[in-house]
């Protein structure tokens, strides 16, 4: 111990501001030196600073996400590995994460996200599994902020450039602009991959004695303290004090996923993870704390890209696309053969020990040495003050007397679809490849998609969703229907949930108005989650979204998985042929609060989130998935933003083939835009042949759920009786260049 | 007038071109290759009356548009 | 017949070229490893789409120089036939087995969708299944599929008629609108002048099935497989 | 010793990233721009005795493998 933070290399001594800038608070650091017995030398601070920030401890939101429930009969691995485990049968189990990058997006677009999915994929792959599909959740500021075109193009060629290269289907995504957003973007990528029941490796360090593989990449000064940025709110201050930028490097991770799952077919991985966030640091303690073992690092092996670097930044690095494994004693070469064969590194930088101690040298000297634990569960738990904010009341008060309703509906629906938030996403997910792997059986553009697994006769159908306006105007209800929203829409191609998996984007956790709607938001998941028998098996917290001090709105986004049985069996959401029967499952209401109509065609942001009954919305979504799997239903889109009159328009005019009009008529009184534009829970509308229609009604009367044929597919026009009439070509066009028309107008195309 | 900008990455920001070239010019046989770091070139014909005004309006493209200055520094010649 | 489809590091599609042949056309398929020397006994060689070496310097600048893309050049002058797909198309213009070059689609987007596909020339082993003039609906999936080769090299191409596929609309019309990337005379996929190399950027292995949405990209590989049998029965009889 | 090397479109191929940056910086009241040309710029350090034999290896490099003869051009400087 003598020789602790000794030569070779000069460390700063430590002071309060040195504390301070690593994010640490005085009782932090008062606890770092009770569980050593000494002082920490900078190093040991850096390390601490990592391994404690709010990205890698959970610290304020672990009391809440106990909340959830994790278990189900498909389970197998929940929250606390790498990522989540459902079992598809057939001796295969789908794995799958979500995770957010949102302060490096903000900072480099293009690089923020292609690091983002770099490191979900390595979430995925590190299990055993190999990536099948993405899905990207993305917000931005307003359309007219002068950054925001900017922000968008570099995310979605960075998440396409990254993902394409790597040979992953990006399958689909969500993208949601909102003032709210103007500083603080999100980026949540999500990857799902498939693996044998019988291979699945797990982020542990076991057995005394076994060796610590880097492979990979080299490590650079890249992103050092990313895991404490990530916790921090942004100022003019941190904007300036950027650290090193992550740039992807999609070819070495793909070399590295072969490789991997290469190397995952012999015998000779005790465990594995990715170096994601703080890391070798976070993957070596974090290792070590699963396994009940300790570790010990050599860092002077650690192949590097830079000179001089210190033990701090070596420890610290953020440089993309490497792994650290633990083989079996006398298995390293075998190990190092195959990444040879990849052209990737493979090198012995430590052993697992039995002393639970996370230790490290470097030039021969011990530079860490800190008990496990103390890195893992003996972290700061925090059950941070909640308060309901004193505006709350007020921000639900909505008085529609006072809103008058259009006198063009249809003028209205026009604006609505053309609008980036309703307007076809197209220009984003052309960017995308999402043919690769050939198991695309649903591209985006539905309400899910749908996957084919080879070699069975089943598919998985992946949806993302959240809506953060919602959440704002009330986070319980907003909770409820991020994860009934996705349980829908997956509902609508026929898919019975597996599980899911979320990225909690929210505030600063030190405010208790934040920490509240934290709070409410997970109440409101777990019934939703409870009532339609939904597990979380893995998800990402993102904390400080928040710019000179105002939070962005509480944005759960929800990634869901599904199962279908039989591939064929599944629908799409626009009308198949004229003449078909329109059918709407479940009842409208009469609520315009935290619609996207208000917003865009009023400029208002107010009011209670439509109403939700779970059971309701259970019989609805049970009745669709069992029409579907009959066979009876030939298309299905479920409401959201625009309520009736944009989804009845998607349904005529986002197929591949030519647009369709439909006639329908409404039996309920109620004003106009609410009828139309209005966005109550618990809608379906499904189209079949008229004589389905009473095996139909049988199978929503056993599960409860009311339907009304509303109308007819045909014509040219979508009509609603009396309130509006256009031609769905004039739709077409408005929707499908809405977005790309807006970027163009802001003069931006690089 | 004609303006030559080059624009690289910042030096320790990584690289994955320049590495994949030099992997490349190494599995050639050119051994002597010991790095290769990848950048873009652009250039620009510029219609101002001094070099001075040139100058000026380089820099302030470079800042505003043809450079990231998260990742990457510039430097041009005007001829 | 016997398939190889090279492994290049950066490769994506080859398993989807793999499953294609092997389980929708009962194919006989064999990875090759790109650090491999190519061994006798193949019919055809696929070079398959992806990102080999990440395109970094340009697209399939360097995985010419893999290897095993000796033994290709050497299987193609002896008549063996070669097939690239989208990066594989543009690793054989670098490696001059084809004529031209790829270069940044117009919009300067990666794109990715269906496009249509008319067939221009049905005396080749890649396209004798089909009818001259016929629609093919296929993916697309790149950044860099714009076709281009100075005058001279077009003029070849056409008198020679090495231009075996087209991008047009549905109703099989050439218009700007249908071209996606930009390319030169709206060419999709070009042969050698001795007809047993084809390059094309749309990807046939990913529309092999009805449920992905179009099998017309069989019609691609089935030609492969009458022209090799027809070739055989040719050999046997003398 | 260290070598510049520059790979442009060759005149006559179409340059949609020259044509886009102009675009930009025309959208942004560059009107003094007059064309831009867009292409590559490598720097490579090189172990080799003499100016001479690096001129003879990047030029050997150039013609295999940096620059696409079909497209592009090249041109270098050492340094
Ligand atoms: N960022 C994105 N990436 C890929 N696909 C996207 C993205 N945003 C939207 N999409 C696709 O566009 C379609 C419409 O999205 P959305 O309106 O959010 O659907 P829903 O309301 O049914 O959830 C979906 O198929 C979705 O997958
Ligand atoms: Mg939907």
Redesign the pocket.
Known sequence: MARLGAKPYDQPSINAEIIASHGLSEDEYKRIVEILGREPNYTELGVFSVMWSEHCSYKSSKVHLKLLPTDGPAVLQGPGENAGIVDIGNGQVAVFKMESHNHPSFIEPYQGAATGVGGILRDIFTMGARPIAS????RFGSFDHPRTPYLLSGV?SG?GGYGNCVGVP???????FDESYNANILVNAFTLGIAEKRRIFKGTAKGAGNSLIYVGAKTGRDGIHGATMASEAFSEESEKRRPTVQVGDPFTEKLLLEACLELMKGHCLVGIQDMGAAGLTSSAAEMAARGGSGVELDLSRVPLRERRMTPYEILLSESQERMLLVAKKGKENEVKRIFEKWDLDAVVVGKVTRDRLFRAFFDGAEVVRIPVVALSSDAPVYSRPAERPQGQDELQRLDLEKIEVPKDLGATLKLLLESP??A???W??RQ?D?FVRSNTV????????VIRIKGTDKALAL???GNGRYCYLDPYVGGILAVA??A??LA?VGARPLGLTDCLNFGSPERPDVMWQFSQVLQGMRDACITLGVPVVSGNVSFYNETDGVPIYPTPTVGMVGLLQKVERHAT?WFKSSGDLVVLLGRNREELGGSEYLKVVHGIVKGTPPWIDLRLERAVQQCCIKAIEKGIIRSA??M??GGLGVTLA?CCI?GPEKPLGVRVELREMMRGDARLFGESQSRIIVTLREKELNRFRQIAVKEGAPMQVIGEVGGGHLAVHPLVRVPVDELRAVWLGGLERRLRGQGKEL | MRVKIFVCLKDGVLDPQGKAVAHSLHSLGYQEVQDVRMGKYLEISLDVPSRQAAELKIREMCDKLLANPVIEDYRFEIE | MRWGVIVFPGCCDEQDVYDCLKHNLGQRVEFLWHKDRLNGGFDCIVLPGGFSYGDYLRCGAMARFSPIMQGVVEFARLGGLVLGICNGFQILCEAGLLPGALVRNASLQFICRQVFLRVEESDTPFTCAAKKGQLLRLPIKHGEGCYYADPGTLERLHKNRQVLVRYVDGKGRTSPSANPNGSLDHIAGVCNDGRNVFGLMPHPEDAGEKILGSEDGLKIFSSVIAACDKREKRAWLG
Not at chain 1, 170 to 176: A, Q, R
Not at chain 1, 442 to 449: I, K, Q, S, W
């Open positions: 899905l990207n959740s993305l979605v998440i990006t399958v689909g995504g969500e993208l949601f938030n309703v076809s996403k197209e984003v997910f995308y999402h649903v591209a985006p553009g539905a309400d899910a998609a949806t993302v969703d929203e996705a829908r829409n609508c959401p889109h479920d959201s933003e998607e986002s």
